[in-house]
């Protein structure tokens, strides 16, 4: 049966692996656009890094409002989603901070400075999504 994820289990499977979370943003024009997204959490914001350029970040720099799903794809099957406001941050050493999170989770430690290099180039900035609804379950299939 599926069931309620405690915010324990919920932080547990967002931190776990290197799960992709897809972000959800508004178009100008209103239509949808999803995207995956490498993240990491600080307490129940959720944090990733994207470019002023992209279509999500200029999106955000626009309509703060945004969605984020997080699954996992193998039996009894799971899942977060997370609606939510973006704040972006441009100061370079928190930019940097979070990037090197980032890359050490999904590159491993050998992966983290280039990453946070990356991360934290021009254009760049980091987005803290503050949660204002979060839905998660846990033995989908159960």
Do not use: C
């Amino acid at each position: 049966m599926p069931e309620k994820m405690t915010d324990e289990v919920r932080r547990d499977f967002l931190k776990d692996g290197k799960r992709t979370a897809v972000l959800a943003t508004a178009r100008p024009d209103g239509r949808p656009h999803a995207a995956p997204v490498w993240f990491v959490l600080d307490g129940d914001d959720v944090l990733f890094i994207t470019g002023e350029d992209t279509v999500k970040g200029k999106d955000l720099l626009r309509d703060p409002r945004v969605s984020i799903v997080v699954d996992d794809e193998t039996p009894p099957y799971s899942f977060v989603t997370i609606e939510g406001l973006a704040e972006v941050s441009r100061e370079h050493g928190v930019v940097r901070q979070a990037a090197h999170e980032i890359g050490a989770r999904y590159l491993g430690p050998e992966g983290a400075d280039g990453f946070a290099d990356y991360g934290s180039g021009p254009g760049k900035f980091l987005v803290r999504v503050k949660p204002k609804n979060i839905v998660a379950m846990a033995n989908m299939a159960g």
